[in-house]
């Protein structure tokens, strides 16, 4: 069997080389307003598992930690509906960071998602939408 480094070299392909950690991605949790057949992690509404406040706080330090990550990605469900991203948000902010949210709008149209958008234009969070098409 090759190795994949000699299957690179083979392939005419440079090896492959660690650079800096510039994105931080954080999973807040399943919950979430769809249950989408794609959905790679099974998120739902059924779903309860959702990150603590404890996590989140450490989270932030070690983000106050690591001057070189520069983008927060937030996901999870959908992160509107975990306690833990505002928390998260504000805090990355305060850092100097940017924030995306991951997020499949729909939630944005639910009781609970509905204070959001004035807040993540408040924020400067960029948003990066999903789109599911049964084509």
């Known amino acids: 069997m090759t190795s994949f480094p000699r299957h690179l070299e083979q392939a005419g392909l440079p090896a492959l080389a660690h650079g800096p950690t510039q994105t931080l991605q954080i999973n807040v949790g399943l919950t979430c307003n769809q249950a ?4 790679h992690v099974e998120s739902g509404p059924k779903r309860t598992e959702t ?3 404890e996590v989140a706080e ?11 990550v520069e983008l927060v990605d937030i996901t999870g469900g959908a992160p509107e509906l975990h306690g833990a991203l505002p928390t998260l948000v504000e805090g990355a902010r ?6 995306m949210v991951r997020s499949n709008l729909t939630v ?11 807040w993540f234009a408040e924020q400067g969070v960029e948003l990066t939408c999903t789109r599911f098409s049964s084509r």
């Open 36 to 39: 989408c057949h794609h959905c």
């Open 51 to 53: 990150m603590s406040p």
């Open 58 to 68: 450490r989270l932030l330090a070690l983000l106050e930690r690591t001057p070189g």
């Open 94 to 99: 305060a850092l100097g960071r940017r924030v």
């Open 108 to 118: 944005l149209r639910t009781p609970e998602g509905e204070r959001f958008p004035e």
